[in-house]
């Protein structure tokens, strides 16, 4: 059984870091998609953050790109989100996700990871 732990939410003043953290037990990852998507209050969840295990160059959402940085650290099998310069627009539930394969990484925000987190909140105060 796939368990992704999210850690490193919180409160913060627009302008403000924080790093998200997903550590995923029970699967090492290898050759997979990972990220991080996040849902504000009465929004759909979009996609935020994206990282192919096998190569490639992370993929960013216009409203994050310059902001974000997702990372992976394979020697504690964890995934960040590193967030810059937050807005209150930022504000919302961050989700971890994971694909056994290339799934959303390849095909687009669209399709279903595998695996989910249980969700970690950012608050970004004005």
């Known amino acids: 059984q796939v368990q992704l732990v999210e850690s490193g939410g919180g409160s913060v003043q627009a302008g403000g870091s924080l790093r998200l953290s997903c550590a995923p037990s029970?699967?090492?990852?290898?050759?997979?998609?990972w990220g991080w998507f996040r849902q504000a209050p009465g929004k759909e969840r979009e996609g935020v953050a994206r990282?192919?295990?096998?190569?490639?160059?992370?993929y960013y959402a216009d409203s994050v790109k310059g902001r974000f940085d997702i990372s992976l650290d394979s020697a504690k099998n964890t995934v960040y989100l590193q967030m810059n310069s937050l807005k209150p627009e930022d504000t919302a539930m961050y989700y971890c996700?994971?694909?056994?394969?290339?799934?959303?990484?390849?095909?687009?925000?669209?399709?279903?990871?595998?695996?989910w987190g249980q969700g970690t909140q950012v608050t970004v105060s004005s």
């Open positions: 029970g699967y090492t990852y290898s050759n997979n998609c």
């Open positions: 996700a994971a694909d056994r394969l290339a799934g959303f990484c390849s095909l687009g925000w669209a399709y279903p990871p595998d695996y």
């Open positions: 990282i192919y295990t096998g190569g490639g160059i992370p």
